[in-house]
């Protein structure tokens, strides 16, 4: 505040030699306006947030053909007629009996793994003001 009163008192005194003509005595002053002064912030800032994903595998199946027994053999006894009408028992030898049958098997169970992705960070500037504007008074240049 002083020096405010001071530079207005200079500038009064040197005002009244200068409109006539006469350079300045003392110092003198003039009121300048000086212009807010920018810069730039860059700030870290998280473009995609971190998530955890589930990754499928579904089951795999393939169709198998296996050969099966349908009846199993042995030895049976069988009674029949001989020719001269007489009863006769013997023993028979049956073969086993066997098919092939197709059916659909379970290869690979099927995987749930869960996944994890990490944030993706970016960078984002900004202008910042980082001083205001002002007026003040500087020295007259000569």
Do not use: H, I, N
């Not at 800032?45 to 990754?55: G, I, N, S, Y």
């Not at 910042?128 to 504007?133: C, K, L, R, S």
Request: glycine share 8%; net charge positive.
């Amino acid at each position: 505040m002083v020096r405010t009163l001071f530079a207005a008192a200079a500038l009064a005194a040197c005002a009244a030699p200068a409109a006539a003509g006469e350079p300045c005595r003392g110092d003198c002053y003039r009121e300048a306006w000086f212009p807010p002064t920018y810069g730039v912030a860059v700030e870290q800032v998280v473009v995609r947030a971190p998530r955890t994903m589930a990754l499928v595998t579904p089951a795999e199946y393939r169709t198998v053909r296996e050969r099966v027994m349908v009846r199993p053999g042995g030895r049976v006894w069988t009674v029949t007629r001989g020719p001269d009408g007489r009863r006769v028992g013997c023993w028979v030898d049956t073969p086993p009996e066997y098919a092939t049958v197709s059916r659909r098997v379970m290869v690979r169970a099927p995987e749930v793994v869960p996944y994890a992705q990490t944030a993706a960070y970016g960078l984002r500037s900004y202008p910042v003001q980082v001083e205001p504007a002002r007026a003040g008074w500087v020295p007259l240049d000569r």
